[in-house]
């Protein structure tokens, strides 16, 4: 983690700080996305044959539905959540940590989530300055200004030290 926040000082020109992301399990909550972050495919439902499909799939919906709510109720501290529309910044950002990202940077003028490189670099799999950037209410919850966010688990393993940092800050 050292190492992540020495090349974005170095490369940025001013403080950063770190904080690492553990597990890239997202569950979406994005019209047009499976629960997994993968993109629907669109189903034709024209015709008589459209009709059946329709009558279908109402069993399958009505079974996701009381799954999804039981596994709200049980599992809602254990599992990152992102809400938000297909192309809003909550949703690039998830999708840039589902593919690997490891580490949210961020300083007085941007944010971006990184992954180290074998040189010694980052690699930047997605960034956002200015009116872009989210609000970090971070070790829980990121909000961006077109109202998306992403919701961290509470087993974060860097939300201590994120915590101890904090409070020495505030001293």
Do not use: N
Not at 26 to 39: A, H
Not at 66 to 94: H, I, N
Not at 131 to 157: C, K, N, Y
Not at 163 to 171: C, F
């Amino acid at each position: 983690m050292e190492r992540v926040r020495e090349a974005a000082a170095r490369t940025w020109g001013e403080p950063v700080r770190v904080f690492r992301l553990d597990s890239p399990y997202l569950r979406y909550q994005v019209r047009g996305r499976r629960r997994d972050g993968v993109r629907r495919q669109t189903k034709d439902r024209s015709g008589c044959l459209g009709l059946v499909s329709v009558v279908l799939d109402i069993p399958q919906a009505a079974a996701e539905v009381v799954v999804t709510l039981l596994g709200r109720m049980l599992m809602w501290p254990l599992r990152d959540t992102v809400r938000g529309k297909e192309d809003s910044g909550g949703v690039r950002f998830a999708d840039a940590f589902r593919h690997g990202a490891q580490y949210l940077v961020w300083s007085p003028s941007r944010t971006a989530l990184v992954t180290p490189r074998p040189d010694g670099g980052l690699h930047h799999a997605w960034t956002a300055t200015g009116a872009d950037r989210p609000e970090l209410r971070l070790p829980r919850r990121l909000r961006w200004p077109d109202g998306s966010w992403l919701r961290l688990a509470v087993l974060q393993s860097d939300r201590t030290r994120y915590r101890e940092e904090q409070a020495a800050a505030a001293r």
